[in-house]
């Protein structure tokens, strides 16, 4: 008997590839908490927060907005930023999903480097105030 006669009880039904895991900078808390944030949606959104909040700690305030595009909310297919109205870097849910596989801050690193380079106009803390409220009007 040869090598070639043996039988593996292997099975080839139902195949997938197992996701790699998200790096996650809105940590969990809890069960509950794990629900909602290990969303890819959730991770974008609290990045896109943690900048905006991080420029106007360092005196250069924008008003961020992500939009994120798909049927899934959990799961977009595609994404755009937005910085003080002006889409300044967009991309596919798979992309986003690679940024965060490899570190928590890559998406956000990403965020700032494109905020960085759309050389946007320089806002006073009173004009910043102004489009934030305007922002959380629009989004009503």
Not at 106 to 112: E, G
Request: charge should be neutral; glycine fraction near 8%.
């Amino acid at each position: 008997m040869d090598n070639f006669s043996v039988h593996s009880k292997r099975n080839f039904h139902n195949l997938v590839v197992k996701p790699e895991r998200m790096h996650l900078l809105d940590g969990l808390s809890g069960y509950a908490s794990a629900m909602v944030k290990s969303s890819l949606s959730h991770q974008m959104r609290f990045t896109v927060q943690v900048l905006e909040e991080e420029l106007c700690t360092a005196g250069s305030p924008h008003v961020l907005q992500i939009k994120l595009l798909g049927d899934d909310s959990r799961e977009p297919s595609r994404w755009k930023l937005f910085a003080d109205g002006t889409c300044v870097a967009d991309g596919s849910g798979d992309f986003a999903r690679k940024c965060f596989c490899k570190g928590a801050e890559v998406f956000l690193n990403l965020c700032r480097d494109a905020v960085d380079a759309a050389e946007l106009r320089q806002w006073s803390q009173r004009e910043y105030e102004l489009l934030s409220a305007a922002r959380g009007i629009a989004g009503a």
